[in-house]
């Protein structure tokens, strides 16, 4: 059973930092790629960035330059660095992965999600 468990979420003021933490199991092979997702109270969720299986990484313009998305295969592990956070990022964050080779924007290309981890950003 595959399973994506996030964690790493806080509170901290704006301008700080905090790096986001997606443990995956039960699925051994390379992702076709693999994202990080945000969703606010009232909004819909949207893509914040995405890392394909040959490393390439993509950035809602929103955080570009301000987020950066890795991974470490050997370790089953996404990770999500954020810098200079501001009040509107606070969002619930949701680690994502998709079987097949092909984008991964958006929530309907998404295969699998973890339950996600909780970022309050106060001023």
């Known amino acids: 059973q595959v399973q994506l468990v996030e964690s790493g979420g806080g509170s901290v003021q704006a301008g700080g930092s905090l790096r986001l933490y997606c443990a995956v199991s039960?699925?051994?092979?390379?992702?076709?790629?693999m994202s990080w997702f945000r969703q606010a109270p009232g909004k819909e969720r949207e893509g914040v960035a995405t890392?394909?299986?040959?490393?390439?990484?993509s950035y809602a313009d929103s955080v570009k330059g301000r987020f950066t998305i890795s991974k470490d295969s050997a370790k089953n592990t996404l990770y999500l660095q954020m810098n200079s956070l501001k009040p509107e990022d606070t969002a619930m964050y949701y680690c994502?992965?998709?079987?097949?080779?092909?984008?991964?924007?958006?929530?309907?290309?998404?295969?699998?999600w973890g339950k996600g981890t909780l970022v309050t950003i106060s001023s």
């Open positions: 994502a992965a998709r079987v097949a080779l092909g984008r991964c924007a958006y929530a309907y290309d998404i295969d699998y």
């Open positions: 039960g699925y051994t092979y390379n992702w076709g790629c």
């Open positions: 890392i394909k299986s040959d490393g390439t990484t």
